[in-house]
């Protein structure tokens, strides 16, 4: 679709302005620093200026390069441009879609695995599609309602044989490591695989052009799309999601310009070669260094790179729409997420210096290194910035450059409200222009405010990659209807609340001729809190919705997809939600009480070979402890070992039922007197029982 | 229901015995009335005559076990080759959602033939049949020696140099670049 000499000379444009708007900013800061005669510091604050003025330059690049192609039409070289919109092929191959997770909202896990699996039936070409939900949830009761709702969706939208279910035993290297194992289970059946998050919905007939455009472009490794936060309800959510609409498209535009066939890949929403993917992609182990840990957490970038590095290409199909995920519903749970991405990236600097890599490669690498290891370079530059006030006075340069700074930084957001208002369906769905306009304005606000906040968590995060030990893998948060509460936010934000506030006041008594600039800093940590606070709030969300502001067309003209994903996930048994003492085993005590969901469960197991005799014999005891002791009293290993045993689940059912109710612990009398309250309850609502004779209990 | 007299045992024993039953075929979702109590009659029936020739067993275990043996022995006969035939059948019985559907035929000695033929042929799989095969992890190999600046570069542009067109842009942003640095100075 492109020779090589077109690459070469859009990278190379991209490369000269680059270095153009470099050199511009390094002989301001030159001039400045040359009035006042180079020190040691004064060199050091150089270096800094020039690799964050670098980092800058590439954001307004991107921006301005992606306007201008959007303002043409489009970039006429996108992998979308390869296939006419209408053009399908007959018989699409066979294609998997994965979704792993870990101890998610199970309700919405399946309500969007059943979204997307009518979305794509209503294309015709659901047959080539198979779903799988690979879990690694630990916690045993989100592992069975897994269970139940794969069962009671498949049931409702006729999914046998096309949605399947996987619960590893051992959860081996996270994500990653299910993705792999999915691979070498079932990957050669396959010769396309889309991978899902958790909270990602894409539509079917994004599903079937990313497979027609594989089959189109057999180079092609992996298509990312743009998938676009949707759905959010705090007015955090909601300016993020208004970011994304507004300004992704700019920059996602301007970097498809000089990425071409080596885009970055996300690790979801996108589309895989499995053959080359499986022979190329298996993650390596990382050499030993201190704390950064020798597995790798974040995938994504590196099996980009190493698909590349095979000789096939990677594209963006930033243009293709029907792609969505959600955004985290705070601050806080954002800061989470961000941890363990940090860890991740962090592990990426070693690939920088991997053999055999292409060097569009090694750049995605190093803006993702950069998109944290940054923020420690700011604190710095931040700590050596009273070189450019010694002596008491403001500068000219000092403020030439800071417009110039500014100019860069929001730029990119003139350019996408423009853009935005200029196009009529764009501008009726965002509200019209005077809502876009001050919702652009809303969001520079609460940017201008987050970013320090950002910085300092960010520093940490760098910090602690390197010396503080691992990030963890915890649950994602994604949704959260209270939001964190004050103490929460306080105990969040209070340190760097505090540092703001000494910052401040030492440098009014030190240096006050910094301290508007400097203030711009450190307003963002001095208010975190409140800030934090507000932000994650839904009713905030709610208002700013209802008077126009940050909306989305999601929001204004939201597809069925994402109508019906707000729905909650129906099963027409549900048990009772419980509380107190049993809730912490209800999964287990169900699995065992329950005919339907043992049989479910225990169809799902694996058969065993041969179980050592002296193990059965364990297995047996283990049994008998739980219904004489009841659940609290075994271990959380103990229970998860006669999960996983079928021979033992069925005895436990089965011992149950027949044994008087004196035999057991007071524990599964309550739980069986819960269950048989909830049949009856069943049956008085008329679900299931026809009506006709009352029941008789002589005997 | 009222039919059954067993000969042995105490009645709050079998009272008990039947309670339990009645809570189990409901769990089962057994939902027509009629067929629930010819089930629990037979189960006792069967219960009680092994309760006779065995007193020292209690009612509701002999009966709970009946009705297992019952489960075993009827989806046997309807889905023969199966393993685990109970656990494979019941699943299959609550996805072609049978008691619904079917009325009466759980557990009948005579199931309609459509009734039969659907049990049968219903899969209920987890996942496809394995295609095993191996995804060995590539060795990380670093080499800071590998990356020279003119390699990446050329790399980075298709090793091949800029164009007039880049050249001349090139030349003009480098002229403006040092203008304005002198200006500035």
């Known amino acids: 679709m492109n020779s090589s000499d077109f690459i070469s000379d859009r990278r190379w444009s991209f490369v000269i302005l680059n270095a153009f708007l470099l050199v511009c900013g390094a002989v301001l800061m030159v001039a400045r620093i040359s009035a006042h005669g180079w020190t040691i510091a004064a060199a050091g604050l150089f270096v800094l200026f020039l690799i964050l003025q670098a980092q800058i330059v590439y954001g307004f690049t991107l921006a ?10 489009g970039d006429p070289v996108r992998i979308n441009q390869t296939l006419p919109l209408n053009a399908t092929p007959r018989l699409l191959p066979a294609t998997a879609i994965i979704v792993p997770i870990f101890n998610e909202d199970v309700s919405r896990v399946f309500q969007g695995v059943r979204v997307m ?3 794509l039936k209503a294309t015709g070409h659901g047959e080539a599609f198979d779903f799988f939900i690979l879990s690694d949830s630990a916690d045993l009761n989100v592992w069975l309602a897994e269970e139940k709702a794969w069962f009671e969706l498949c049931k ?20 990653s490591g299910n993705v792999a194992d999915f691979c070498r289970r079932w990957g050669t059946k396959y010769r396309y695989l889309i991978v899902l998050d958790a909270d990602s919905i894409m539509t079917g007939s994004t599903f079937v052009r990313l497979a027609s455009l594989m089959e189109k472009n057999p180079q092609a490794g992996i298509i990312q799309t743009y998938s676009r936060a949707v759905l959010g309800q705090s007015l955090f959510q909601r300016i993020n999601q208004f970011a994304a609409y507004a300004y992704g498209p700019l920059f996602v535009a301007g970097a498809n310009f000089w990425q071409l066939d080596n885009a970055s890949f996300y690790g979801h929403n996108a589309i895989i070669r499995v053959e080359p993917f499986m022979r190329f992609c298996a993650m390596p182990e990382l050499p030993p260094s201190g704390k950064l840990g020798t597995r790798i957490l974040s995938h994504d970038t590196v099996e980009a790179a190493l698909i590349r590095r095979a000789g096939y290409e990677v594209w963006s199909d930033y243009d293709l729409g029907g792609s969505y995920e959600e955004a985290p519903p705070h601050l806080p749970a954002s800061l989470q997420r961000d941890r363990r991405w940090c860890h991740g990236n962090m592990q990426h600097i070693w690939f ?27 604190l710095l530059f931040l700590l050596f910035s009273p070189v450019l006030f010694i002596g008491g006075r403001v500068p000219v340069q000092n403020t030439f450059m800071f417009v110039c700074a500014m100019f860069l930084l929001l730029m990119p957001k003139v350019l996408a409200a423009q853009q935005l208002i200029s196009s009529p369906g764009c501008r009726t769905a965002a509200g019209g222009r005077v809502k876009i306009i001050l919702s652009t304005i809303g969001e520079t606000i609460y940017s201008v405010i987050l970013a320090p906040i950002l910085m300092l968590f960010y520093t940490q995060f760098v910090w602690s990659s390197y010396f503080g030990g691992s990030a963890g893998w915890g649950r994602q948060k994604r949704t959260d209807d209270e939001g964190p509460s004050w103490r929460e936010c306080t105990v969040v934000h209070l340190a760097h609340t505090i540092l703001a506030v000494a910052a401040a006041a030492l440098v009014a008594w030190l240096l006050p001729a910094m301290l508007p600039w400097l203030l711009l800093v450190l307003i963002g940590p001095i208010v975190s809190i409140p800030f934090s606070r507000l932000m994650a709030s839904n009713r905030l969300g709610l208002l700013s919705q209802r008077k126009g502001w940050f909306l989305i067309p999601e929001e204004t003209q939201p597809p069925w997809e994402l109508q019906k994903l707000e729905n909650p996930f129906e099963s027409s048994t549900d048990a009772p939600t419980q509380t107190g003492d049993e809730a912490e085993d209800f999964g287990l005590g169900q699995t065992v009480l329950d005919p339907r969901l043992n049989s479910i469960h225990v169809s799902l197991l694996h058969e065993r070979q041969q179980v050592p005799v002296r193990t059965r014999e364990h297995l047996v005891a283990l049994c008998d402890q739980l219904l004489r002791n009841g659940p609290p009293a075994l271990s959380l290993r103990d229970k998860r070992i006669l999960l996983w045993d079928a021979d033992s689940m069925l005895l436990l059912h089965r011992k149950l039922w027949s044994s008087p109710a004196g035999c057991w612990h007071e524990w599964w009398q309550r739980a069986f007197r819960t269950y048989a309250q909830s049949l009856a309850e069943r049956e008085n609502a008329g679900l299931h029982i026809e009506r006709g004779h009352s029941p008789t209990g002589a005997v | 229901m009222n039919s059954v007299y067993p000969t042995t045992g105490f009645e709050s024993e079998w009272k008990a015995a039947h309670d339990r039953l009645e809570a189990y075929v409901m769990a089962l979702c057994l939902t027509n009335q009629e067929q629930r109590e010819r089930i629990i009659s037979t189960v006792l029936r069967q219960a009680a005559l092994k309760h006779a020739q065995n007193p020292g067993e209690s009612p509701m275990v002999l009966a709970m076990n009946e009705i297992h043996e019952l489960l ?3 989806f046997a006969k309807i889905i023969p ?38 049990l049968r042929a219903c899969e209920v799989n987890a996942a496809p049949g394995l295609s095993v095969s191996r995804m060995v992890p590539q060795p990380f190999e670093t080499a800071l020696s590998d990356i020279n600046l003119p390699t990446a570069l050329g790399q980075l542009t298709k090793d091949l140099p800029p164009s007039l067109v880049t050249k001349v842009i090139a030349f003009v942003l480098s002229g403006f670049t040092i203008w304005s640095g002198n200006r500035l100075r």
């Open chain 1, 117 to 119: 699996y009518e979305s």
């Open chain 1, 352 to 378: 920088l210096f991997s053999r055999g890599l292409t060097m569009p490669s090694r750049v995605n690498i190093l803006v993702g290194v950069m998109a944290y290891a940054s923020s420690p370079l700011w």
């Open chain 1, 156 to 175: 409702q939208v006729q999914g046998f044989g096309h949605i399947f279910y996987r619960k590893r035993r051992v959860t081996l290297h996270h994500k």
């Open chain 1, 64 to 73: 301005v390069t992606g306007w201008w192609l959007l303002r043409r039409g």
């Open chain 2, 72 to 74: 075993d022995q009827w």
């Open chain 2, 81 to 118: 080759s199966r393993e685990r035939v109970s656990v494979t059948g019941l699943i299959s019985l609550f996805a072609i959602d049978a008691t619904k559907r079917w009325p009466g035929a759980f557990l009948a000695d005579e199931v309609p033939a459509d009734f039969q033929r659907t």
